[in-house]
Protein backbone atom coordinates (compact mmCIF):
# COMPACT_ATOMS: atom_id res chain seq x y z
CA UNK A 1 0.00 0.00 0.00
CA UNK A 2 3.04 2.53 0.83
CA UNK A 3 5.95 2.96 -1.64
CA UNK A 4 9.15 1.62 -0.13
CA UNK A 5 10.92 4.35 -1.84
CA UNK A 6 8.39 7.12 -0.16
CA UNK A 7 8.73 5.27 3.24
CA UNK A 8 12.44 5.21 3.28
CA UNK A 9 12.93 8.74 2.45
CA UNK A 10 9.61 9.74 4.62
CA UNK A 11 11.46 7.87 7.63
CA UNK A 12 14.56 9.89 7.82
CA UNK A 13 15.24 11.71 10.90
CA UNK A 14 11.96 9.82 12.65
CA UNK A 15 12.50 7.01 15.02
CA UNK A 16 9.81 4.72 14.81
CA UNK A 17 7.62 4.48 11.45
CA UNK A 18 4.78 1.71 11.16
CA UNK A 19 3.09 1.65 7.37
CA UNK A 20 0.07 -0.63 7.76
CA UNK A 21 1.17 -2.63 10.08
CA UNK A 22 -1.57 -5.41 10.07
CA UNK A 23 -1.22 -8.90 12.22
CA UNK A 24 -3.05 -11.92 11.95
CA UNK A 25 -3.71 -14.76 14.61
CA UNK A 26 -5.37 -17.48 12.11
CA UNK A 27 -8.46 -15.82 10.98
CA UNK A 28 -8.53 -13.12 13.64
CA UNK A 29 -6.84 -9.83 12.90
CA UNK A 30 -5.63 -8.18 15.81
CA UNK A 31 -3.40 -4.87 14.32
CA UNK A 32 -5.62 -3.45 10.96
CA UNK A 33 -3.41 -1.47 9.23
CA UNK A 34 -1.64 0.75 11.94
CA UNK A 35 0.58 3.83 10.41
CA UNK A 36 2.85 5.37 12.80
CA UNK A 37 5.33 8.37 12.86
CA UNK A 38 7.05 9.27 15.64
CA UNK A 39 9.83 12.04 15.85
CA UNK A 40 12.67 11.63 18.61
CA UNK A 41 12.23 12.87 21.65
CA UNK A 42 8.33 12.14 21.60
CA UNK A 43 6.84 10.19 24.36
CA UNK A 44 4.45 8.08 22.39
CA UNK A 45 1.54 6.66 24.38
CA UNK A 46 -1.04 4.12 23.44
CA UNK A 47 -4.01 4.17 25.20
CA UNK A 48 -6.51 1.59 24.72
CA UNK A 49 -8.68 -1.39 25.85
CA UNK A 50 -7.53 -4.48 26.89
CA UNK A 51 -7.08 -7.20 24.09
CA UNK A 52 -6.80 -3.66 21.64
CA UNK A 53 -3.85 -5.12 20.39
CA UNK A 54 -1.27 -3.02 22.34
CA UNK A 55 0.87 -5.86 23.18
CA UNK A 56 1.04 -7.25 20.15
CA UNK A 57 1.98 -4.02 18.65
CA UNK A 58 4.50 -3.58 21.13
CA UNK A 59 6.15 -7.36 20.12
CA UNK A 60 5.88 -6.57 16.60
CA UNK A 61 7.79 -3.18 16.94
CA UNK A 62 10.63 -5.20 19.37
CA UNK A 63 10.74 -8.24 16.81
CA UNK A 64 8.95 -11.34 19.05
CA UNK A 65 6.28 -11.38 16.65
CA UNK A 66 6.11 -11.28 12.46
CA UNK A 67 3.83 -8.79 10.65
CA UNK A 68 1.30 -9.97 8.22
CA UNK A 69 2.00 -7.13 6.26
CA UNK A 70 2.82 -3.75 5.87
CA UNK A 71 6.74 -1.98 7.22
CA UNK A 72 8.23 -0.82 10.05
CA UNK A 73 11.56 1.02 10.36
CA UNK A 74 13.39 2.02 13.09
CA UNK A 75 16.09 5.11 12.76
CA UNK A 76 15.79 4.96 9.38
CA UNK A 77 16.16 0.90 9.04
CA UNK A 78 13.80 -1.24 7.74
CA UNK A 79 13.20 -4.02 10.25
CA UNK A 80 10.18 -5.33 9.43
CA UNK A 81 8.26 -5.95 6.15
CA UNK A 82 7.53 -8.49 3.19
CA UNK A 83 11.12 -9.46 2.85
CA UNK A 84 12.46 -8.28 6.28
CA UNK A 85 12.69 -9.34 10.07
CA UNK A 86 15.62 -7.68 11.89
CA UNK A 87 15.17 -10.57 15.01
CA UNK A 88 14.72 -8.23 18.30
CA UNK A 89 18.43 -8.35 19.75
CA UNK A 90 19.50 -6.99 16.34
CA UNK A 91 16.86 -3.84 17.25
CA UNK A 92 18.85 -2.03 19.67
CA UNK A 93 15.31 -1.55 21.85
CA UNK A 94 15.18 -1.26 25.52
CA UNK A 95 11.76 -2.95 27.20
CA UNK A 96 10.04 -2.23 30.54
CA UNK A 97 7.08 -4.84 31.24
CA UNK A 98 4.16 -5.03 33.60
CA UNK A 99 5.58 -7.77 35.02
CA UNK A 100 9.55 -6.59 35.75
CA UNK A 101 11.73 -9.49 33.88
CA UNK A 102 14.53 -9.53 36.20
CA UNK A 103 17.11 -12.49 36.22
CA UNK A 104 16.72 -14.02 39.64
CA UNK A 105 19.95 -15.15 40.07
CA UNK A 106 21.66 -11.44 39.11
CA UNK A 107 21.80 -8.89 41.74
CA UNK A 108 19.81 -5.63 40.96
CA UNK A 109 23.40 -4.02 39.35
CA UNK A 110 24.09 -7.41 37.73
CA UNK A 111 20.64 -6.70 35.93
CA UNK A 112 21.01 -3.46 35.07
CA UNK A 113 24.90 -3.87 33.76
CA UNK A 114 23.33 -6.94 31.64
CA UNK A 115 21.80 -4.20 28.98
CA UNK A 116 25.28 -3.16 28.38
CA UNK A 117 26.68 -6.41 27.64
CA UNK A 118 26.95 -5.72 24.20
CA UNK A 119 29.37 -2.16 24.53
CA UNK A 120 32.97 -2.42 24.24
CA UNK A 121 33.39 -1.79 28.03
CA UNK A 122 35.41 -3.05 31.04
CA UNK A 123 33.79 -4.28 33.88
CA UNK A 124 34.64 -1.61 36.26
CA UNK A 125 33.18 0.80 33.94
CA UNK A 126 29.70 -1.34 33.29
CA UNK A 127 29.48 -1.53 37.04
CA UNK A 128 30.07 2.11 37.78
CA UNK A 129 27.48 3.45 34.69
CA UNK A 130 25.09 0.69 36.24
CA UNK A 131 25.30 2.35 39.91
CA UNK A 132 24.84 5.62 38.21
CA UNK A 133 21.72 4.73 36.28
CA UNK A 134 20.63 3.26 40.04
CA UNK A 135 21.21 6.25 41.81
CA UNK A 136 19.03 8.32 39.39
CA UNK A 137 16.19 6.33 39.67
CA UNK A 138 16.32 5.84 43.45
CA UNK A 139 18.10 2.75 44.90
CA UNK A 140 21.28 2.52 44.63
CA UNK A 141 21.53 1.00 47.77
CA UNK A 142 19.78 -1.75 46.76
CA UNK A 143 22.52 -1.93 44.05
CA UNK A 144 23.76 -5.55 45.81
CA UNK A 145 20.53 -7.19 46.21
CA UNK A 146 18.92 -9.96 44.31
CA UNK A 147 15.49 -9.14 42.73
CA UNK A 148 14.00 -11.38 45.34
CA UNK A 149 14.72 -9.17 48.43
CA UNK A 150 13.38 -6.50 46.45
CA UNK A 151 9.46 -5.07 46.78
CA UNK A 152 7.35 -4.80 43.62
CA UNK A 153 8.20 -1.23 42.79
CA UNK A 154 12.29 -1.70 44.12
CA UNK A 155 12.02 -4.12 40.90
CA UNK A 156 10.18 -2.11 38.38
CA UNK A 157 13.06 1.08 39.41
CA UNK A 158 16.15 -1.69 38.54
CA UNK A 159 13.66 -2.48 35.62
CA UNK A 160 13.93 0.93 34.12
CA UNK A 161 17.06 1.78 34.66
CA UNK A 162 18.48 -1.37 32.73
CA UNK A 163 16.05 -0.04 30.40
CA UNK A 164 17.78 3.59 30.46
CA UNK A 165 21.25 2.42 30.83
CA UNK A 166 21.73 1.14 27.30
CA UNK A 167 20.56 4.52 25.66
CA UNK A 168 19.29 3.02 22.74
CA UNK A 169 17.05 4.74 20.33
CA UNK A 170 13.54 3.50 21.40
CA UNK A 171 12.22 2.86 24.85
CA UNK A 172 9.21 0.69 24.91
CA UNK A 173 6.87 0.17 28.01
CA UNK A 174 4.25 -2.45 27.89
CA UNK A 175 2.14 -1.10 31.02
CA UNK A 176 4.73 -1.01 33.69
CA UNK A 177 2.72 0.71 36.46
CA UNK A 178 0.16 -1.59 36.13
CA UNK A 179 1.13 -3.74 39.11
CA UNK A 180 1.76 -1.44 41.54
CA UNK A 181 -0.48 0.17 44.29
CA UNK A 182 -1.88 3.65 43.71
CA UNK A 183 0.63 5.48 45.95
CA UNK A 184 3.57 3.90 44.36
CA UNK A 185 2.19 3.81 40.47
CA UNK A 186 1.65 8.15 40.63
CA UNK A 187 5.61 8.23 42.19
CA UNK A 188 7.36 5.78 39.81
CA UNK A 189 5.07 7.70 36.51
CA UNK A 190 6.47 10.98 37.71
CA UNK A 191 10.47 9.40 37.84
CA UNK A 192 9.56 7.98 34.45
CA UNK A 193 8.38 11.13 32.66
CA UNK A 194 11.39 13.16 34.21
CA UNK A 195 13.64 10.29 33.29
CA UNK A 196 12.78 9.70 30.03
CA UNK A 197 12.45 13.52 28.94
CA UNK A 198 16.00 14.15 31.11
CA UNK A 199 17.87 11.62 28.82
CA UNK A 200 15.96 12.68 25.41
CA UNK A 201 14.77 9.03 24.65
CA UNK A 202 11.88 8.20 22.47
CA UNK A 203 9.45 5.94 23.90
CA UNK A 204 6.27 4.10 22.86
CA UNK A 205 4.24 3.59 26.34
CA UNK A 206 1.18 1.16 25.71
CA UNK A 207 -1.72 1.43 28.97
CA UNK A 208 -5.63 0.91 29.37
CA UNK A 209 -5.34 3.71 31.96
CA UNK A 210 -6.17 6.86 30.54
CA UNK A 211 -5.34 8.90 33.47
CA UNK A 212 -1.41 7.73 33.53
CA UNK A 213 -2.17 8.02 29.74
CA UNK A 214 -3.04 11.84 29.80
CA UNK A 215 0.17 12.67 32.58
CA UNK A 216 2.32 10.95 30.28
CA UNK A 217 2.19 11.44 26.61
CA UNK A 218 3.46 13.87 24.25
CA UNK A 219 1.13 12.14 21.56
CA UNK A 220 -1.36 10.13 22.71
CA UNK A 221 -3.00 7.41 20.45
CA UNK A 222 -6.20 5.72 21.07
CA UNK A 223 -6.59 2.42 19.70
CA UNK A 224 -9.69 -0.04 19.60
CA UNK A 225 -10.04 -3.60 17.87
CA UNK A 226 -6.63 -3.18 16.68
CA UNK A 227 -6.73 0.05 14.68
CA UNK A 228 -5.88 3.77 15.68
CA UNK A 229 -9.07 5.80 16.06
CA UNK A 230 -6.92 8.83 16.93
CA UNK A 231 -3.64 10.06 17.10
CA UNK A 232 -2.48 13.94 18.66
CA UNK A 233 -1.35 15.97 21.34
CA UNK A 234 -3.28 15.10 24.53
CA UNK A 235 -5.61 18.37 24.61
CA UNK A 236 -6.17 17.94 21.09
CA UNK A 237 -7.63 14.47 21.71
CA UNK A 238 -9.55 15.60 25.05
CA UNK A 239 -11.27 18.31 23.35
CA UNK A 240 -11.66 17.23 20.29
CA UNK A 241 -12.36 13.27 20.26
CA UNK A 242 -12.99 12.20 17.00
CA UNK A 243 -15.67 9.70 17.69
CA UNK A 244 -18.26 8.80 20.60
CA UNK A 245 -15.53 5.93 21.48
CA UNK A 246 -12.67 7.69 22.13
CA UNK A 247 -14.59 10.26 24.14
CA UNK A 248 -15.81 7.39 26.29
CA UNK A 249 -12.51 5.80 26.78
CA UNK A 250 -11.14 9.29 27.70
CA UNK A 251 -13.16 9.78 30.01
CA UNK A 252 -16.77 10.85 30.07
CA UNK A 253 -19.69 11.92 33.21
CA UNK A 254 -22.42 11.58 30.94
CA UNK A 255 -24.56 10.81 27.68
CA UNK A 256 -27.74 12.71 26.39
CA UNK A 257 -29.78 12.41 23.24
CA UNK A 258 -30.62 16.01 21.82
CA UNK A 259 -31.92 17.72 19.03
CA UNK A 260 -29.61 20.20 17.34
CA UNK A 261 -31.39 23.58 16.57
CA UNK A 262 -28.55 25.77 14.41
CA UNK A 263 -25.18 25.88 14.11
CA UNK A 264 -23.51 28.29 15.89
CA UNK A 265 -19.95 29.54 14.32
CA UNK A 266 -17.63 27.03 13.21
CA UNK A 267 -17.01 23.93 15.63
CA UNK A 268 -20.32 25.10 17.48
CA UNK A 269 -23.92 24.04 17.46
CA UNK A 270 -26.79 24.59 19.47
CA UNK A 271 -28.72 21.47 20.49
CA UNK A 272 -31.83 21.30 22.64
CA UNK A 273 -32.33 18.62 25.78
CA UNK A 274 -35.83 18.31 27.03
CA UNK A 275 -36.60 22.61 27.81
CA UNK A 276 -33.33 23.71 27.66
CA UNK A 277 -31.11 25.06 24.77
CA UNK A 278 -27.36 24.25 24.87
CA UNK A 279 -24.10 25.74 23.10
CA UNK A 280 -21.72 22.40 22.13
CA UNK A 281 -18.38 21.13 20.44
CA UNK A 282 -20.10 20.08 17.04
CA UNK A 283 -17.77 17.16 15.63
CA UNK A 284 -18.79 16.00 12.32
CA UNK A 285 -21.82 17.77 10.46
CA UNK A 286 -24.62 18.47 12.71
CA UNK A 287 -27.95 19.17 10.60
CA UNK A 288 -31.37 21.17 11.92
CA UNK A 289 -33.79 18.88 13.06
CA UNK A 290 -31.39 15.82 13.83
CA UNK A 291 -30.96 13.86 16.37
CA UNK A 292 -27.07 14.08 18.16
CA UNK A 293 -25.59 12.30 20.76
CA UNK A 294 -24.13 14.59 23.62
CA UNK A 295 -21.01 13.79 25.50
CA UNK A 296 -20.00 15.55 28.51
CA UNK A 297 -16.42 15.39 30.13
CA UNK A 298 -17.22 16.44 33.92
CA UNK A 299 -14.72 19.16 33.86
CA UNK A 300 -17.55 21.11 31.89
CA UNK A 301 -20.34 20.87 34.69
CA UNK A 302 -21.12 22.68 37.59
CA UNK A 303 -23.97 23.19 39.76
CA UNK A 304 -25.19 27.02 39.14
CA UNK A 305 -28.50 29.06 38.52
CA UNK A 306 -31.57 27.80 37.34
CA UNK A 307 -32.46 28.82 33.32
CA UNK A 308 -32.61 27.72 29.64
CA UNK A 309 -29.22 27.29 29.38
CA UNK A 310 -28.95 24.65 32.31
CA UNK A 311 -30.34 21.33 32.67
CA UNK A 312 -32.28 20.60 35.63
CA UNK A 313 -32.09 17.37 37.50
CA UNK A 314 -32.24 15.30 41.30
CA UNK A 315 -29.08 14.88 43.87
CA UNK A 316 -28.61 11.35 44.20
CA UNK A 317 -25.54 11.29 45.86
CA UNK A 318 -22.50 13.73 46.79
CA UNK A 319 -19.11 12.53 47.82
CA UNK A 320 -15.62 14.74 49.12
CA UNK A 321 -13.17 14.71 46.61
CA UNK A 322 -9.39 16.40 46.03
CA UNK A 323 -10.95 19.37 48.55
CA UNK A 324 -14.36 19.52 46.52
CA UNK A 325 -17.36 17.94 46.50
CA UNK A 326 -18.46 15.87 43.45
CA UNK A 327 -22.23 14.92 42.83
CA UNK A 328 -24.44 12.40 41.11
CA UNK A 329 -26.86 14.23 39.32
CA UNK A 330 -30.55 12.30 37.46
CA UNK A 331 -31.63 14.51 34.72
CA UNK A 332 -35.54 15.37 34.47
CA UNK A 333 -35.29 13.37 30.62
CA UNK A 334 -33.76 10.22 32.81
CA UNK A 335 -30.14 10.40 32.48
CA UNK A 336 -27.72 10.69 34.89
CA UNK A 337 -24.30 12.69 35.23
CA UNK A 338 -21.58 12.23 37.51
CA UNK A 339 -18.72 14.29 39.21
CA UNK A 340 -20.39 17.41 38.73
CA UNK A 341 -18.09 19.69 40.56
CA UNK A 342 -19.13 21.98 43.39
CA UNK A 343 -17.47 24.15 45.39
CA UNK A 344 -20.68 23.58 48.58
CA UNK A 345 -22.35 20.05 49.30
CA UNK A 346 -25.83 19.94 47.36
CA UNK A 347 -27.67 17.48 49.87
CA UNK A 348 -29.48 14.31 48.39
CA UNK A 349 -32.81 15.14 47.15
CA UNK A 350 -32.20 18.44 46.44
CA UNK A 351 -33.36 19.96 43.42
CA UNK A 352 -30.11 21.63 41.44
CA UNK A 353 -29.34 23.71 37.98
CA UNK A 354 -26.56 21.88 36.35
CA UNK A 355 -24.39 24.16 33.98
CA UNK A 356 -22.51 22.88 31.13
CA UNK A 357 -19.60 24.26 29.73
CA UNK A 358 -19.52 24.39 25.41
CA UNK A 359 -16.28 23.28 25.27
CA UNK A 360 -16.28 19.92 27.22
CA UNK A 361 -20.10 19.59 25.66
CA UNK A 362 -19.20 17.26 22.96
CA UNK A 363 -22.02 16.60 19.95
CA UNK A 364 -21.30 13.90 17.57
CA UNK A 365 -24.31 13.30 14.85
CA UNK A 366 -27.14 10.42 15.32
CA UNK A 367 -27.68 8.34 18.82
CA UNK A 368 -26.02 5.25 18.35
CA UNK A 369 -25.15 3.21 21.32
CA UNK A 370 -26.54 5.91 23.93
CA UNK A 371 -28.54 2.96 25.38
CA UNK A 372 -25.27 1.37 26.61
CA UNK A 373 -23.57 4.38 28.15
CA UNK A 374 -21.49 4.02 31.67
CA UNK A 375 -20.49 7.15 32.69
CA UNK A 376 -16.66 7.27 33.38
CA UNK A 377 -15.34 9.38 36.00
CA UNK A 378 -11.53 10.93 34.57
CA UNK A 379 -10.31 10.55 38.37
CA UNK A 380 -11.06 7.31 38.55
CA UNK A 381 -8.58 6.09 36.05
CA UNK A 382 -10.93 5.62 32.91
CA UNK A 383 -12.56 2.58 32.56
CA UNK A 384 -15.85 1.81 31.87
CA UNK A 385 -17.78 0.59 34.79
CA UNK A 386 -17.29 -2.69 35.23
CA UNK A 387 -14.61 -2.79 32.97
CA UNK A 388 -11.43 -2.96 34.64
CA UNK A 389 -9.50 -4.99 31.98
CA UNK A 390 -12.56 -6.29 30.07
CA UNK A 391 -11.83 -8.12 26.51
CA UNK A 392 -12.99 -5.20 23.80
CA UNK A 393 -15.65 -6.28 22.72
CA UNK A 394 -17.48 -3.12 22.59
CA UNK A 395 -20.37 -4.09 24.54
CA UNK A 396 -21.03 -1.41 27.37
CA UNK A 397 -19.36 1.23 24.87
CA UNK A 398 -20.53 3.90 22.72
CA UNK A 399 -20.81 2.78 19.13
CA UNK A 400 -17.35 2.73 17.56
CA UNK A 401 -17.17 3.85 13.95
CA UNK A 402 -18.55 1.50 11.38
P1 LIG B 1 -3.74 -5.78 24.77
O1 LIG B 1 -2.28 -5.75 25.04
O2 LIG B 1 -4.28 -4.51 24.19
O3 LIG B 1 -4.54 -6.21 25.94
P2 LIG B 1 -3.08 -8.00 23.03
O4 LIG B 1 -2.21 -7.43 21.99
O5 LIG B 1 -2.44 -8.78 24.11
O6 LIG B 1 -4.02 -6.87 23.62
O7 LIG B 1 -4.14 -8.97 22.34
C1 LIG B 1 -4.97 -8.52 21.29
C2 LIG B 1 -5.79 -9.68 20.79
O8 LIG B 1 -4.94 -10.62 20.15
C3 LIG B 1 -6.53 -10.44 21.87
O9 LIG B 1 -7.80 -10.74 21.39
C4 LIG B 1 -5.69 -11.67 22.04
O10 LIG B 1 -6.49 -12.75 22.47
C5 LIG B 1 -5.13 -11.90 20.66
N1 LIG B 1 -3.83 -12.59 20.68
C6 LIG B 1 -2.69 -12.10 21.22
N2 LIG B 1 -1.66 -12.96 21.06
C7 LIG B 1 -2.17 -14.02 20.39
C8 LIG B 1 -1.62 -15.28 19.91
N3 LIG B 1 -0.33 -15.58 20.09
N4 LIG B 1 -2.46 -16.12 19.26
C9 LIG B 1 -3.76 -15.82 19.08
N5 LIG B 1 -4.33 -14.66 19.50
C10 LIG B 1 -3.56 -13.79 20.15
MG1 LIG C 1 -1.26 -6.05 26.87
Known amino acids: MTDPAVTAGHSAGLVLVAAGLTKSYQQTRVLDAVDLEV ?84 GAERRARSLQMLERVGISQMADQYPGRLSGGQQQRVALARALVAESPLLLCDE ?52 ILQIGPPEQVYRLPANPFVAQFTGLAGALEAQVVAASGPGRARVRIGGAELEATAIGELQPGEVAQVLLRADALSLGQGGNRALSGVVRDSSFRSGLYDHVVDLAQGSRLTGVRSNARAVRGANVAVLIDPVGCLAFPGSKGLESFHPVRPEAGGLPAGGVDQPSDGAGLLGAPA
Not at 60 to 82: D, F, K, M, Q, W
Not at 204 to 219: C, G, N, R, W
Open 39 to 122: PPGTFLVLLGPSGSGKTTLLRCIAGTERLSSGTLHIAGREVAGPRTHVPPERRHLSMVFQDYALWPHLTAAENVAFALRRLPLR
Open 176 to 227: PLSNLDAHLREQLRVEIATLTRDSGATVVYITHDQQEAFALADQLAVIDRGR
